[in-house]
Structure formats: C-alpha cells, structure tokens
T-cell receptor, first 115, second 110 residues
C-alpha cells in the first residue's frame, strides 16, 4: 500500500506569490492533517480535514487555507507569501474519524523556500 | 505554539547504551504520542499512550506517562546507530488539537 504522497517535494517562491501543496493520503484514509515545521517555531498544527470538511484549525493567519476533495486528497494554499513561511510542510493521514486517537502516517513533506 | 517540552535537547550515546528522553506538558491531554524524524524527512509514529495508560512497550521502546506530573518518558534500549534521529512528543487535548514539543536530537555513535 502506498504511503502518504506529497507534491512537490521542493519549491522556491518569491515573496507575495501564492503556493499550493498537494497531499494524497493512504488509500482508504479519510482524515488528513497539515503541519508546518520551522527551526524557530518547531512543528505546528495547521488544519485537519475529514470527509471534505475542515474540523480543526491551528493558530495560523487566514493566508493559510486548505481543502479536501471527495477522494480524500487534500491541498493547502498559502497566499501572499512571506519570508517566514519558508518551512517544511507535512501532511498526515489517518483512517479516521478520530484523527489523533490512532496512528497517523506522515508524508515526506514539501520544502518551501520563500525568497 | 508548542505545548510539550522535551529534554534533553540533545543526547549523544554509544551504541548499545540506553537512551531516555522526557516530555512535559501543561494541560490535560487525551493522549500523548512519540515520533521519530530523520533529518529533513517526515515523521514516523512510534507509540501512542492514552491518558488512562501508564506504560507501553513496542520492541526496544518503552513509554511511560505520569499524568499527575504531566510528563512522559521514552526509553530506547540497546540503541543502534540507526536510531540517530530527532524524537518528538505530541500531545492531543480536547480531541481537536495536537501540539508538538521542540524535540530531542539523539546521536548514537557506532
């Protein structure tokens, strides 16, 4: 069974641009969550989706958004990029619906550099 | 923001030795999870321990949870060079939020 797949793995964007990251969960998993990892702030929860609905959201500005499709694939979008958005963005999936009550599986992440 | 705090921040040991990492948190939790992350890679789930459990084992890993002290420990026995990684604890509270600690960087020297 394929693991959680994130694309692209690496990308460079310019301040003010927007970016869309994609996540394909493990087949059959319906819960998807996103996390940001930076040297300064560490790992932080962004948001979580189940059956196309955002159930939980971390403490991030509205520039960070996401969505989940009917096939459970998810995307996150960051608009008006700032230098501080440079980070490793991790996606995770779980069989659900209790996202964090069971094992969650992480993808390898998308490295975003904002210049 | 982070809730869990791991200590030590960095730990260096010889192969075959045991490694102990600790995690403290601030509020009541639903469960606590430990993850491993190799440099620049995704996280690998190690163990989940629920708030009503006190100890769990998985292979060479042993996790304890003391809810009265709001702390957990991860013990890796008979460490190997391949155990070199960063280890994070993550706490789940209110069933709708997960907070990670800053992590412990473990180096196991062959």
């Amino acid at each position: 069974k394929a693991g959680v797949t994130q694309t692209p793995r690496y990308l460079i964007k310019t301040r003010g641009q927007q970016v869309t990251l994609s996540c394909s969960p493990i087949s059959g998993h319906r819960s998807v969550s996103w996390y940001q990892q930076t040297p300064g702030q560490g790992l932080q929860f962004l948001f979580e989706y189940f059956s196309e609905t955002q159930r939980n959201k971390g403490n991030f500005p509205g520039r960070f958004s996401g969505r989940q499709f009917s096939n459970s694939r998810s995307e996150m979008n960051v608009s008006t990029l700032e230098l501080g958005d440079s980070a490793l963005y991790l996606c995770a999936s779980s069989l659900g619906p209790d996202m964090w009550g069971n094992t969650i599986y992480f993808g390898e992440g998308s490295w975003l550099t904002v210049v | 923001s982070q809730q869990g705090e791991e200590d030590p921040q960095a730990l260096s040991i010889q192969e075959g030795e045991n490694a102990t990492m600790n995690c403290s948190y601030k509020t009541s939790i639903n469960n606590l999870q430990w993850y491993r992350q190799n440099s620049g890679r995704g996280l690998v789930h190690l163990i989940l321990i629920r708030s009503n459990e006190r100890e769990k084992h998985s292979g060479r890993l042993r996790v304890t949870l003391d809810t009265s002290k709001k702390s957990s420990s991860l013990l890796i026995t008979a460490s190997r060079a391949a155990d070199t990684a960063s280890y994070f604890c993550a706490t789940v509270y209110n069933n709708n939020d997960m907070r990670f600690g800053a992590g412990t960087r473990l180096t196991v020297k062959p």
